[in-house]
């Protein structure tokens, strides 16, 4: 299985799509990519990594999988009990964990929540959910309900050019224009002439009510597998108030800090591949 094949698992509310690759004799990992991205986000490492069994997937509202069913929200813990699904449904009991960003956040959650499952977690560029001020909580909730009126007459967003799209993306964030592409290509189609975006336009609603910074360190703490944080240098989390006390709570976390942006493991594989490589290999034993 040393080629890239498409496949669908049944998530909670309708079919994942995934990009499996690698070994299919080889340990079992996981890769949970982050918002508005796919399951191409994980490609330039897995392909320097031949010797695990990848399976990266689609969340929710992303790439070629469904999206959530009408009037339903994209709430991250829903997130989590995709994963459960899919893990199941694949038939896996124990398996190692890849995420990055929103992925990394569902990737520690799922970690601590069912640790007999997770044999190995690896973390880049995020560390558990997004929190919130409980003084916020309002301000946030009324954001959320806000959308709904928006959120009846939202159409897939459609470009007229590829490029204009590629220079769009490129804008929003600091990445390389050939990651761009890597992640378009899977995250969009052609139709009647114009770049359609397979995104669900829900997914840029704000959730109704973020966790405290309380309890996602309680969560942190409840992992028990040995964990992986690679952050890039000039990317989202070192520069965040929360993430050293994050970092000291997750029981003997090793971090990693590697030159690059948000994306490094797009941007940067030959930096990151091996670092997530040794790290799996260390464990890599018992099958599913």
């Known amino acids: 299985m040393t080629q890239e094949t498409e496949t669908t698992i049944q998530g909670l509310t309708g079919k994942i799509a995934a990009i499996q690759s690698g070994s299919e004799g080889g340990f079992p990992v996981l890769c949970l990519h982050g918002w508005l991205d796919n399951a191409s986000s994980f490609t330039p490492v897995c392909r320097s990594l031949p010797d695990h069994r990848w399976i990266s997937i689609d969340l929710p509202g992303h790439g070629n999988s469904a999206h959530r069913p009408p009037g339903c929200i994209y709430h991250f813990t829903d997130y989590v009990a995709d994963v459960y699904q899919v893990a199941k449904n694949l038939g896996f009991d124990r398996f190692s964990l890849v995420g990055h960003s929103l992925g990394a956040g569902i990737a520690a959650t799922f970690a601590a929540s069912f640790p007999a499952c997770v044999n190995r977690l690896v973390l880049i560029d995020g560390i558990g959910p997004i929190s919130g001020d409980d003084d ?18 939202l159409q897939l967003s459609e470009y007229r050019s ?33 770049i359609v975006v397979r995104s669900d336009p829900r997914l840029k609603q704000h959730s109704p009510v973020y966790m405290s910074q309380g309890k996602v360190l309680s969560i942190l ?13 000039d990317g989202l989390v070192i520069p965040r108030k929360s993430t050293n006390r994050r970092i000291r709570a997750v029981p003997g976390l090793v971090v990693e800090e590697v030159e690059g942006h948000h994306h490094v493991h797009m941007d940067h594989p030959e930096t990151v591949a091996p670092l997530i490589g040794r790290f799996l290999s260390a464990a890599s034993v018992g099958r599913p």
Request: aromatic share 6%; charged share 30%.
């Open 136 to 153: 916020d909580t309002l301000d946030q909730f009324r954001r959320s309900m806000a959308f709904l009126n928006e959120g009846e007459t």
């Open 162 to 194: 590829w490029d204009g799209l590629v220079d769009k993306r490129l804008r929003a964030g600091r990445i390389n224009r050939s990651s761009v592409e890597t992640l378009l290509r899977r995250g969009t189609f052609r139709q009647n002439g114009k």
């Open 221 to 233: 703490h409840g992992i028990s597998a040995p964990t992986l944080l690679i952050l890039a240098r």
